[in-house]
């Protein structure tokens, strides 16, 4: 499995980018993939999940209504549209892909997750 981020960069704060995961060598047809950060001397944290089949979505609370997880299954891309960017959003941007459970929901915790990108760089200034 592969795991290709791109789309990082620096904006001013109240700005947006989108970043893109591009997956590849998954041998299930549905997966879960998560977007995660982590910032200067904090842990890694989680900032939006996505079950491929059904498209249901997680966001933390910190993102919610700024940021909007979306794919595309024919190009096998999950997305992360952020807008009204904050300087604290500065952070690595990870993907990161999993299996759902048996019932199809998510994890959303990154000990779950088994595959990760490279990361890139989101710097938001004041």
């Known amino acids: 499995v592969q795991l290709v981020e791109s789309g990082g960069g620096s904006v001013r704060a109240g700005g947006s980018l989108r970043l893109s995961c591009a997956a590849s060598?998954?041998?299930?047809?549905?997966?879960?993939i998560g977007w995660f950060r982590q910032a200067p001397g904090k842990e890694r944290e989680v900032v939006a999940v996505?079950?491929?089949?059904?498209?249901?979505?997680y966001y933390a609370d910190s993102v919610k209504g700024r940021l909007t997880i979306s794919k595309d299954n024919a190009k096998s891309t999950v997305y992360l549209q952020m807008n009204t960017l904050k300087p604290e959003d500065t952070a690595v941007y990870y993907c990161?892909?999993?299996?759902?459970?048996?019932?199809?929901?998510?994890?959303?915790?990154?000990?779950?997750?088994?595959?990760w990108g490279q990361g890139t760089q989101v710097t938001v200034s004041s």
């Open positions: 996505i079950y491929t089949a059904g498209g249901s979505t």
């Open positions: 990161a892909g999993a299996a759902p459970d048996y019932g199809g929901n998510c994890p959303t915790r990154e000990a779950f997750f088994d595959y």
């Open positions: 060598g998954f041998t299930r047809s549905s997966y879960c």
